[in-house]
Protein backbone atom coordinates (compact mmCIF):
# COMPACT_ATOMS: atom_id res chain seq x y z
CA UNK A 1 0.00 0.00 0.00
CA UNK A 2 2.99 2.69 0.69
CA UNK A 3 4.57 1.82 -2.47
CA UNK A 4 1.39 2.47 -4.42
CA UNK A 5 0.83 5.92 -2.38
CA UNK A 6 4.11 6.89 -2.95
CA UNK A 7 3.85 5.87 -7.09
CA UNK A 8 0.73 8.18 -6.89
CA UNK A 9 2.34 10.98 -5.28
CA UNK A 10 5.67 10.82 -7.63
CA UNK A 11 3.44 10.53 -10.70
CA UNK A 12 1.12 13.62 -9.71
CA UNK A 13 4.61 15.50 -9.29
CA UNK A 14 5.78 15.03 -12.33
CA UNK A 15 2.65 16.34 -14.61
CA UNK A 16 2.69 19.45 -15.59
CA UNK A 17 1.03 22.09 -14.06
CA UNK A 18 -0.30 25.16 -16.21
CA UNK A 19 -2.88 27.85 -15.94
CA UNK A 20 -4.47 29.94 -18.23
CA UNK A 21 -7.06 32.87 -17.27
CA UNK A 22 -8.81 35.12 -20.06
CA UNK A 23 -11.04 37.69 -20.07
CA UNK A 24 -13.02 38.89 -23.32
CA UNK A 25 -12.66 42.83 -23.67
CA UNK A 26 -14.36 45.08 -26.06
CA UNK A 27 -12.64 47.05 -29.57
CA UNK A 28 -14.22 50.68 -27.48
CA UNK A 29 -12.52 50.63 -24.22
CA UNK A 30 -8.79 48.56 -24.75
CA UNK A 31 -6.25 49.29 -27.55
CA UNK A 32 -4.17 46.78 -29.71
CA UNK A 33 -1.81 47.06 -32.27
CA UNK A 34 -2.37 45.64 -35.04
CA UNK A 35 -6.07 44.84 -34.63
CA UNK A 36 -9.13 44.65 -33.23
CA UNK A 37 -8.32 43.33 -29.18
CA UNK A 38 -11.20 40.49 -28.45
CA UNK A 39 -9.10 38.76 -24.55
CA UNK A 40 -6.64 39.88 -22.22
CA UNK A 41 -4.54 35.96 -22.09
CA UNK A 42 -2.62 35.23 -19.33
CA UNK A 43 -0.67 32.00 -19.33
CA UNK A 44 1.52 30.44 -16.22
CA UNK A 45 4.08 27.08 -16.33
CA UNK A 46 5.41 25.80 -13.02
CA UNK A 47 7.78 23.38 -13.70
CA UNK A 48 10.05 21.07 -11.86
CA UNK A 49 14.35 20.70 -12.53
CA UNK A 50 16.67 18.42 -10.80
CA UNK A 51 20.21 19.29 -9.79
CA UNK A 52 20.66 23.19 -10.38
CA UNK A 53 18.14 23.05 -13.29
CA UNK A 54 20.63 20.86 -15.39
CA UNK A 55 17.94 18.12 -15.73
CA UNK A 56 14.09 19.17 -16.87
CA UNK A 57 11.55 16.96 -14.96
CA UNK A 58 8.29 19.05 -16.34
CA UNK A 59 9.33 21.97 -18.56
CA UNK A 60 8.52 25.17 -17.69
CA UNK A 61 10.38 27.62 -19.88
CA UNK A 62 9.41 30.98 -22.12
CA UNK A 63 8.24 28.36 -25.43
CA UNK A 64 5.84 26.82 -23.69
CA UNK A 65 3.71 29.77 -22.15
CA UNK A 66 4.00 31.68 -25.35
CA UNK A 67 3.57 29.20 -28.14
CA UNK A 68 1.52 26.53 -26.32
CA UNK A 69 -0.78 28.72 -23.97
CA UNK A 70 -0.85 32.03 -25.24
CA UNK A 71 -1.28 31.78 -28.65
CA UNK A 72 -3.03 28.43 -28.08
CA UNK A 73 -5.31 29.88 -26.50
CA UNK A 74 -5.84 33.11 -28.39
CA UNK A 75 -6.65 30.94 -31.77
CA UNK A 76 -9.32 29.03 -29.85
CA UNK A 77 -11.00 32.08 -29.09
CA UNK A 78 -10.41 33.51 -32.88
CA UNK A 79 -7.73 35.60 -32.63
CA UNK A 80 -5.19 35.37 -35.41
CA UNK A 81 -2.03 37.09 -33.11
CA UNK A 82 -0.98 37.65 -29.64
CA UNK A 83 0.33 41.15 -28.86
CA UNK A 84 2.78 40.29 -26.33
CA UNK A 85 2.66 42.80 -23.24
CA UNK A 86 4.92 40.74 -20.21
CA UNK A 87 6.49 37.83 -20.21
CA UNK A 88 9.40 36.83 -17.63
CA UNK A 89 10.67 33.33 -16.58
CA UNK A 90 13.69 31.90 -13.67
CA UNK A 91 16.79 32.40 -14.60
CA UNK A 92 18.41 29.37 -14.91
CA UNK A 93 22.25 29.69 -15.79
CA UNK A 94 25.09 31.01 -14.18
CA UNK A 95 24.88 31.96 -10.56
CA UNK A 96 21.05 31.58 -10.52
CA UNK A 97 21.63 27.86 -10.65
CA UNK A 98 22.31 27.70 -7.50
CA UNK A 99 18.84 28.24 -6.36
CA UNK A 100 18.20 24.61 -8.35
CA UNK A 101 19.46 23.15 -5.84
CA UNK A 102 18.77 19.14 -5.67
CA UNK A 103 15.32 19.79 -7.09
CA UNK A 104 13.92 23.16 -8.47
CA UNK A 105 10.96 24.69 -9.16
CA UNK A 106 10.91 27.30 -11.94
CA UNK A 107 8.04 29.12 -12.97
CA UNK A 108 7.24 31.04 -16.51
CA UNK A 109 4.42 33.80 -17.24
CA UNK A 110 2.98 35.90 -20.26
CA UNK A 111 0.61 37.74 -20.76
CA UNK A 112 -0.77 39.37 -23.93
CA UNK A 113 -4.02 40.41 -25.92
CA UNK A 114 -5.58 37.97 -28.44
CA UNK A 115 -6.61 40.48 -31.54
CA UNK A 116 -8.28 39.70 -34.50
Request: one cysteine or more; proline letters at 3%; a neutral charge.
Amino acid sequence: MKKAIFSAVVASSLMACTSVETAVVSGNEVVATGGEPIAVIQGAALGLTAIFHVVDLVQSDLDTVVNKLLVAEAKAMGGNKVQLLSAGTTPRHGLFALTGGIIGVPISAAIGVAVK
